[in-house]
């Protein structure tokens, strides 16, 4: 098989999707952990403006060498991981893999990149946690006339890391490498595992619709990447309340929860049981274009290495054997 090039594609298509998607990351991040008292933001525009006025790379980008760097190792797992998979649950070369082949191989390799993945989270959630709370200035009460207005108010984390390295070494002096790195496995795996198979899933599904009705061009770069932004919305769309409490687990360095259901049982206690879904509606914005260039990026690349590097099989997905230039389902 063709190890190299399944990887190496699946490095840069996910260093493309975390360079496009990580400011709405973060405001997406800031919506589930500011929920009450003076660190509460009212909505998506509050929690934009705050992480904006920090600047690009304070704010927006703040924590993003992190992950660009270490991304491509999870990317690179978890797309070479499934087209192994695939691969072994249909070697017949000649046979399209059936539905649940796809999604079997893709909730399996959502499974095995949480070895990696888990604490890049924990430490891109930490500091994306701790930029500084910034309100929008208000016009000052009882001014008239044009009064100057208030000066926006900020408020300070009680510690703020000034590198990745620095936040996972102190997490990890102080609440160990398992329950440190690994804090909110639980709910990364609960959130993982079924979405990454629904969403190579729906990926496959829609890009072979595409190509097999001429709904594409020629290299079916349009499919690929049309394909994938539909797909991570469908994937991200029902598990939005295990990404909420992941989020304010894997931030919770007090000790203030005690496991997923205690996080779930105060955050709705406290907030209702819509604060499960914040965060959803910039979440979304940000699965279509991250996903798009994501499986635009790796499709690209995996055809351009299968030119140097000829793949010892023949790719049985529908979409690459009509059309060469759709993810590879190996």
Aim: hydrophobic fraction near 40%.
């Amino acid at each position: 098989m063709s190890f190299p090039n399944e990887y190496i594609a699946g490095a840069l298509g996910g260093v493309s999707g975390i360079i496009v998607g990580h400011p709405f990351d973060t405001t997406k991040l800031q919506l589930q952990v500011r929920t009450s008292g003076d660190h509460k933001v009212a909505g998506t525009g509050a929690a934009f403006y705050s992480v904006w006025k920090q600047g690009f790379k304070k704010g927006l980008f703040r924590g993003m060498a992190f992950p660009v760097s270490t991304y491509a190792l999870v990317n690179s797992v978890f797309f070479g991981v499934y087209g192994s998979t695939l691969c072994h649950l249909e070697p017949d070369e000649s046979v399209t893999p059936s539905s649940l082949k796809v999604y079997l191989a893709g909730c399996f390799a959502g499974a095995v990149q949480l070895v990696f993945s888990c604490p890049i989270d924990v430490c891109k959630c930490t500091m994306q946690a701790q930029i500084p709370l910034t309100r929008p200035p208000t016009a000052t009460t009882g001014s008239i006339d044009g009064a100057p207005r208030a000066q926006p108010k900020t408020i300070y984390p009680l510690r703020y890391y000034n590198s990745p390295i620095e936040c996972l070494r102190d997490i990890a002096r102080n609440q160990g490498i398992i329950k440190g790195w690994y804090r909110g496995l639980g709910s990364m795996f609960i959130r993982d595992v079924p979405s990454f198979g629904l969403y190579l899933l729906v990926y496959e599904c829609l890009s072979t619709i595409m190509i097999e009705r001429g709904l594409s061009d020629e290299r079916g770069m349009f499919a690929s990447a049309f394909a994938g932004g539909v797909a991570g919305c469908a994937s991200w769309a029902p598990i939005m309340p295990f990404d909420f409490i992941k989020s304010r687990l894997q931030t919770d360095h007090g000790g203030r929860y005690n496991g997923f259901m205690d996080c779930a049982r105060q955050s709705v206690k406290a907030a209702g049981w819509r604060v499960l879904f914040r965060g959803t509606g910039i979440t979304l914005v940000r699965a279509f274009p991250v996903n798009a260039i994501t499986f635009l990026v790796y499709s690209e690349s995996l055809k351009k290495l299968d030119n140097i590097n000829p793949p010892s099989f023949k790719r049985t997905s529908s979409a690459t054997s009509q059309n060469n230039s759709s993810a590879s389902l190996s």
